[in-house]
Each structure stands twice: as C-alpha cells, then as structure tokens.
C-alpha cells in the first residue's frame, strides 16, 4: 500500500508561539520525517497562508527544523483542510497513495480538519503520539485538548500509534 507523509503547517511564525509540548512535538516531526524518508515514504508539506502568515514572510516559511528536501512537495492552502482548492486529492491519486501520516498543527483546527476529509476520501490514517501541537487559545488548554483529540481520533478516523510503532 502506498503511503505519503503529510506535514501540515509547521511554519516559523505558529512555532515562535512556543505552541505546546513544542521541544516534543518538533522532535516527534523530525523523527516521522526521518523515518519516512529512510523507508522512501514521500514527504509532502502543506503550508497555510493569512494574515498572520503571509506568503513569502519569514513566518510562513516551514521551520528549520523540518524543512523540505529541494525534491520534496510544498503545497500551500487558506483553508484549515489540507484538501480544499490544492489540488492535493488529484496529486495523491496520481501517486496510487491509499494511506497517510499526518504530522502539525493546530490539533482543533488543520489537524483534525485534514483527518477528517482524508478519512472521508477513503485514506487510511495514522498520526504518531505527539505529532500534533496547538496553541494555547484561553479557552480549553493544549494539554487537555491534544490528547482529547488522539483519543477522539484513535479507531473512528486514524491509528494513533507512538512512533516506534507508527512504520510496523
């Protein structure tokens, strides 16, 4: 089964928010990133774009930490799904993939939106423990939220697995 690894909005300006467990959380993408490159996984990253993040601003430009490979997909979006007007449907239906990693943030907002629209497409989904991150809004906090939304997630629309585990 052919499978692609989308890393969905890890942008300079979310993670200057120091958004939570973010030491984890980058480190969790990287590994994922690594992993996926050593088994020949393509690596594909979504990168929004508003207001906050304008396009070509050092705060939408993908962190350092992660940063596509000269060879690796960039897809930019303006909406919370990763699907809407990308053209990222046709793109992975061209490669044959059937299943998806799903790695960024914000856990309520792309995250949740791009498992959902990929699960609803018929892709099989699997995000590793700790590979979503939010920022803290006032109103539910991160460290109540994100795990709330990997047990939410886990066996209705993706496998969330610890990462030694997600590649088995």
Known sequence: MVTALLVVDV??????EQPYQVSLFLETVAQTIKQARTRQIEVIYVRHHD??????????????????QANELVIDKAYNSAFKETGLRAYLESKGVERLIIVGMATDYCIDTT??????????????KSGTTK??????SADLLVPYYEKLWHNRFAQVLPLERLFD
């Open 11 to 16: 942008q300079n300006g979310l993670m200057a």
């Open 115 to 128: 498992i959902k629209v990929a699960f609803e497409l018929g892709y099989e989904v699997f995000v590793p």
């Open 51 to 68: 207001d906050d993040l304008p396009m070509g601003s050092r705060e939408w430009k993908i962190h350092d930490s992660v940063a596509p």
């Open 135 to 140: 920022i803290d809004d006032g109103l539910i």
